[in-house]
């Protein structure tokens, strides 16, 4: 192989050096020695897989490395390595009120038993949801025409079971075809409940027998599913030989599940039950009211936004900096635009723990088939009241928030301006249509722009 030169590492020069060198070592001239004589046949081949094996050996040194990776699941892999684990999707939450109206001849006995899980759909959506309640069910007294608030989610929730074969570390993996829901998953050994951490570190001693090391982690899998981790016996409990684990999630719709409007219809699709046990129809017996429409619905994590945040992801799972709340908050995939800053670098000590946002809801999500960007109302360019709360909410909810520190949302100042438009045109051009095309293409510049 001394004729090859190493410089020339491309499978045509290496094809061609070869051709060179067996014609001055055998003396063979080119109307003898050519690509359909038997020999130069079996070059060709070993050529071509040359080529082959050349391609493969790039295109896995452009996959190492996560600004050059086009596989998701060399991303979603590179980017855990980095103590990033990438955003499953989230389900839409919301609120409702409910009583029971004046049909109450279609009770029997005085209560009306609302289970847990009750899903329903909303037409304005096309999704189903399920109620949320803090027990298997509640009660809606034939006596009592107060309304009761109630949450609920998107999605449906779905169970898969495993059995342990009591090593240490063990993990497994449901096989889910769908979105699920990145906060709400839920595991059983046995029929009891153990806590979710989000690391090893987390977990206490499990050879003490103590219910506080009974844990388990949640990662996302590199095919958008889900993996469920168990301890090694220093770190958490191992799960018996046998015991049959229960896995408990939501597949959800993800942002398809927002709702942009408080005037929403709700179809219940499974009964309620009243005092003697019989089904009830629970369109036919209750009057629902919206109190927050189902918000904060997203889906799973782009590619390409994976390898932009991954350096920034915290790696101790805690809201510590500016940067962690952008990280944390950008998963929803509903805002434009997102900064957190803090103002520790003045002289004010007061505000020192305080993280404040300013953020720009998506407005392209808010408009109809025959909206464009300056038909939107100022309003919808701000964050209300009921959205500032979900993500106050969602922060809270997340446990990663240090104990002293304060989230504080600000608006954005909201100004206008004019763009004059020169332009030249051919005498006979409909002018009304140049102007729609105008609009439109300024339309879609604004709605894309994502910059301070």
Known sequence: MAFFSKTRIK?????????????????????????????????TVIANMAELIFTYISHTAEELNIKTAQNIESIYGLARLAGHDAYRGGSAYGMMALKLNTSTNLIEG????????TKFSIPETGCTYFLNLNSDYIRLNVSNKSFINVNYIQGIPETQSFISDGTPLQSFNPIVKKMTDNDNVAVTVNGKVWKKVDSLYDM?????????????????????????FFGNGDFGKIPPAGSKIDVTYITTEGAAGNATSSNLTYNFEDSGYDEMGNEVNLNDVLNVETISPPMLGSDYENPEFTKLIAPKASKSFVLATPENYVSYLSKYNQYSYIYAYNTKDDADLYDDNVTYLKIIPNIKNKLSNSQDYFELPTSEFILDENEKEAIISALDNSGRMLINSEVEIINPTVKKFVINVIIRYFEDIDKDSMKTNIRSILSKYFLNINRN
């Open 110 to 117: 005085n209560y009306l038993v609302l289970n847990n899980f």
């Open 11 to 43: 499978a045509a020069e290496l094809m061609e050096q070869a051709v060179t060198f067996l014609y001055k070592k055998y003396n063979q001239t080119a109307h003898v020695f050519t690509s359909a004589s038997p020999f130069g046949q079996l070059l």
């Open 204 to 228: 206490p001693a499990g050879n003490n027998n103590s219910d506080d090391s009974e844990c388990f982690m949640v990662k996302s899998s590199i095919n958008v599913g889900l993996t469920i």
